[in-house]
């Protein structure tokens, strides 16, 4: 979700970008019970919205469904089942609170056909990943984004980045590093459907790159296009999201026999015949459209950092979660990397709030 992104995050599944008004405390004025009040609720909607979904995808790809418990091997499936969800979540949003106002300084739809193509790889590469590692892995692997942000500017801009920036990555890197090598209990490795952790991180790795070029490209067309909201960008984003899904879903198994990626109509049978799974996906989409709100009205009220603090601690509380309802608790070596992921995360966002009030002293 999406990431709005799904907190995102962020990023993402529906790879939203997410708008960058100035950074602001106060929460947009009013009394200050009023502005806890909306905190919260914000706080409540991302965590209970992007928690379950993690919940729900993480049910999707380990268990086991009908009589004959079989898995569900099309989790490609899920992204395309969000485009859909989204774009109808964002036509409807845009006709309840855009009715009436002009077009002129919105990007055009066709504007987000190329970036979508990355969009659409990237969040399905990420699902896919569940297949080989479990879920607390891939948040883990998905929470340093940071790393590959850093080396690039290292090696092909020459940016210089300050000690504790360098701290901060190195305990990403470090914590995930070490839950990688850590050996996970066989009570997890029986419920992934084909365990391979090297092919797991590096398709989260993959999806950290996609998501890069996709937000940065983003940011691109909101800066060319300043009347352009979130809920345009959602709308297009997912249009060609849905289009490029059902190409590769449906068409692609008509034209080659021997298709060898995900299968849409496989999908939908097994769907038909277990649905169970149907009624999962449909929470699991629906979890990153309201998702999505929650994180809007958060930069609109709070600012971007406020946002990145909450979907960040969000990841955390998702750990926590599938280690007390799948059975299967993480040990006390694989918390410590846990820990040394979410510190250099929190020390980073207390950059920004420093750098940000710093800013506003000057000003």
């Not at 987000?112 to 892995?137: D, F």
């Not at 999201?241 to 097994?270: C, D, H, Q, R």
Request: aromatic letters at 14%.
């Amino acid at each position: 979700m999406a990431s709005a992104r799904r907190g995102r995050g962020g990023g993402g599944v529906n790879g939203v970008v997410r708008s960058r008004p100035r950074d602001r405390g106060d929460g947009g004025g009013g009394s200050m019970a009023g502005r806890v009040a909306v905190l919260a609720f914000c706080v409540a909607g991302i965590w209970s919205a992007y928690i379950y979904q993690g919940v729900l995808q993480e049910s999707l790809s380990t268990k086991r469904f009908g009589p004959e418990a079989r898995r569900f091997e099309h989790l490609a499936f899920l992204n395309f089942a969000q485009n859909v969800v989204c774009f109808v979540w964002s036509f409807i949003m845009i006709k309840l609170w855009s009715s009436g106002s002009s077009s002129a300084g919105h990007a055009p739809l066709w504007k987000y056909w190329g970036v979508s193509v990355t969009n659409t790889i990237g969040p399905t590469m990420g699902i896919e990943a569940l297949k080989y590692i479990s879920y607390p892995a891939q948040v883990l692997a998905k929470s340093s984004k940071m790393i590959p942000v850093m080396l690039m500017g290292t090696l092909l801009y020459g940016v210089k980045y300050t000690f504790p920036e360098y701290l901060c990555t190195f305990l990403v890197a470090g914590g995930v590093s070490s839950f990688a090598l850590l050996k996970t209990s066989s009570k997890t490795i029986k419920k992934l459907a084909n365990p391979n952790a090297p092919l797991g991180y590096a398709l989260c790795f993959l999806n950290l790159a996609f998501d890069g070029y996709t937000n940065s490209t983003q940011d691109l067309i909101k800066s060319r296009y300043p009347k352009t909201n979130p809920w345009d960008i959602m709308l297009g984003m997912n249009l060609w999201g849905t289009i490029y899904n059902a190409v590769i879903m449906f068409v692609a198994p008509l034209l080659f026999s021997n298709w060898p990626y995900a299968n849409g109509f496989e999908a939908v049978k097994f769907c038909q015949e277990n649905p169970e799974v149907a009624w999962d996906i449909f929470l699991f989409c629906l979890c990153g459209a309201v998702g999505q709100n929650f994180i809007f009205l958060t930069i609109s009220r709070f600012g971007s950092l406020t946002n990145t603090t909450i979907t960040t601690t969000r990841k955390f509380m998702s750990i926590v979660v599938s280690s007390v309802i799948s059975g299967n608790p993480l040990s006390p070596k694989q918390w410590g990397s846990v820990v040394m992921v979410f510190s250099g995360l929190s020390i980073q966002i207390f950059l920004k709030w420093k750098k940000k009030k710093g800013r506003e002293h000057k000003e």
